[in-house]
């Protein structure tokens, strides 16, 4: 019924592995065009929507649509166990199992998970142009997330006002407010490698601090859970740019491009708190 390859299973294990604290148990989607999972948290609050498209796979045989129930504590075990493999090949010959094979240069391991039966619906968010677009480097996302969290609060408003935007956080230990301009700000920090022979070299620092405030309209705030972002957190790592996207009365989205080559993404949805006007 289906059957793919994979060359990347440390990729696989990250992706899967940054849900974690969010999900429990998902509905993973196999599609002609790929593999999908569109799952709310437990408090209803966030959203994880997951595209990996058909040609990040080295071989992606499909047969028909399945929907397979998965523990993510569970699956997140065994793709660990494989991470390090050359390639994870993923299939599904009956509606019970799936069958997850690591393949290295010494030995070839085949795993049959059990699948669930659980009841979901296939989420779809509605487009929507947004009043704030806000393209972070991993960086500078984890820093505001840090610096927010040791002021004490479980909360950060994002605040739109004059073409600016702002993070504001009032904790017990203090309050902070983080602002950033219209525009783009890149930290040209470098690192020097010093090679066999003597010679040494500069590079770019792997954790660039870098941003881009492409549009910032309206005069509106809203208030979102440290928590939930502080996991969101985990994801950002698997890319080189985290844009967030924030308008009046509707959940901030981050979207994750993992290839841009083919679409594959990961797109975070988190609801604001309801506030007393």
Known sequence: MFRAIHKNPKQLYAIFESF???????????????????????????????????????????TQDLELGINLKNLVSLLKVGKESKCIELSVDNE?????????????????????????????????????????????????????????TD????????????????????????????????????IIIKHKSGEKTKVPHPKVNAYTLHSCSGNFELDFSLKILEHFKKATHLVDSVSINISPSVPIRLDLMLNDDTGSIINLYLAPKITDM
């Open 20 to 62: 974690t604290g969010l999900l429990s148990d998902f509905c993973l989607r196999v599609k002609k065009d790929g593999l999908c999972m569109n799952e709310m948290d437990s408090s209803h609050v966030s959203m994880i929507l997951l595209e990996l498209n058909e040609d990040d796979f080295e071989s992606f045989e499909y």
């Open 96 to 152: 019970d199992e799936l069958g997850i094979s690591f393949t290295s240069s010494y030995d070839k391991k085949d795993y049959a998970l059990k699948l669930m039966d659980i009841e979901t619906n296939e989420l779809q968010p509605q487009d929507m142009d947004y009043h704030c677009e806000f393209d972070v480097s991993p960086n500078v996302f984890g820093n505001i997330i840090e610096s927010s969290i040791v002021t004490g």
């Open 155 to 190: 909360s950060i408003k994002a605040k739109i006002s004059g073409g600016k935007l702002k993070f504001v956080s009032n904790g017990d230990l203090g309050n902070l407010t983080q602002s950033f301009d219209r525009g783009s700000v890149t930290d040209n920090k470098k």
